[in-house]
């Protein structure tokens, strides 16, 4: 089995940051992609970024320049940075990866609210 966890949402004020982390543990022999989706309440999950265990990224344009994704291919980790929050950021926060062999795997996720 593969596990995905995240932590890092919370309550945070408009323009304010938050860091979000993802951490993968079990039976994991490759990640090729890791990436971080979400969902606001009444919308479909969507792609926020993604980042490849070679390096390559690619961000929703509604993100772009605000948000920074990153991984450590050793500690099968990814964040997400998010700077200059707004309102319509607010929602829950999926982790999300590609297992060489056991494919598509999600996290429980976390709750990012951006108040004002």
């Known amino acids: 089995q593969v596990q995905l966890v995240e932590s890092g949402g919370g309550l945070v004020q408009a323009g304010g940051s938050l860091r979000l982390s993802c951490a993968a543990s079990g039976s994991i022999f490759r990640l090729n992609v890791m990436g971080w989706y979400r969902q606001a309440p009444g919308k479909q999950r969507e792609l926020v970024a993604i980042?490849?265990?070679?390096?390559?990224?690619n961000y929703a344009d509604s993100v772009k320049d605000r948000f920074t994704i990153s991984r450590d291919n050793a500690k099968n980790t990814v964040w997400l940075q998010m700077n200059s929050l707004k309102p319509e950021d607010t929602a829950v926060y999926y982790c999300n990866a590609k297992e060489l062999f056991h494919g598509e795997i999600w996290g429980q996720g976390t709750l990012v609210t951006v108040s004002s």
């Open positions: 980042v490849t265990s070679g390096g390559s990224t």
